[in-house]
């Protein structure tokens, strides 16, 4: 989907980031195939176990981090739920490195949000992604269990 968002923007969505970071934002969602989406609270964008379709930078709202596993370990819930904001930039869900593996947590909407989708072909291929991703200074956020993710995408 393309179009208005349904939502105010949240801190860190565009317009909100230093300058540059907002006409970078604006240039990505312009390349092929890339969307603006907006989802909504429970929606899931990714369950644990499937391959991300691609990249999702996370421009206002609140997503939440669940690991299945925590029900493997007979507890009943998802262990340790973890919720992820733009905070002074947007977040990146999952890596550029992450792309090609399979997700350890179910990735969900929480709070309703605001999001570019950049397909994995495109995100792997193009070196325009990184740059404008980078401009913005987007933070990653991994989807891998035991892995922070500290490197800028």
Partial sequence: ??????????????GAEPDGCGAALEELSRLPD????????????L??????????????GALRLE???????????AADPAGVEPSGAPALVPPLDEL?????????????????????SLA??????RRL?????ARPVSLQNGRKTTERS
């Fill in 1 to 14: 989907m393309r179009g208005t968002p349904r939502t105010a923007r949240a801190k860190g969505a565009p």
């Fill in 34 to 45: 890339v969307s603006r989406l907006t989802g909504a609270a429970g929606q899931v964008l």
């Fill in 47 to 60: 369950y644990a176990g499937h391959f991300p379709p691609g990249l999702f930078v996370l421009l206002g």
């Fill in 67 to 77: 690991d299945p596993a925590g029900r493997a370990r007979g507890n009943g819930r």
């Fill in 100 to 120: 090609e593996l399979p997700s350890t947590k179910n990735v969900i909407v929480s709070a309703d949000c605001e999001l570019l989708a950049v397909p994995r």
């Fill in 124 to 129: 792997l291929a193009s070196p325009a992604v």
């Fill in 133 to 137: 991703l980078a401009r913005c200074g």
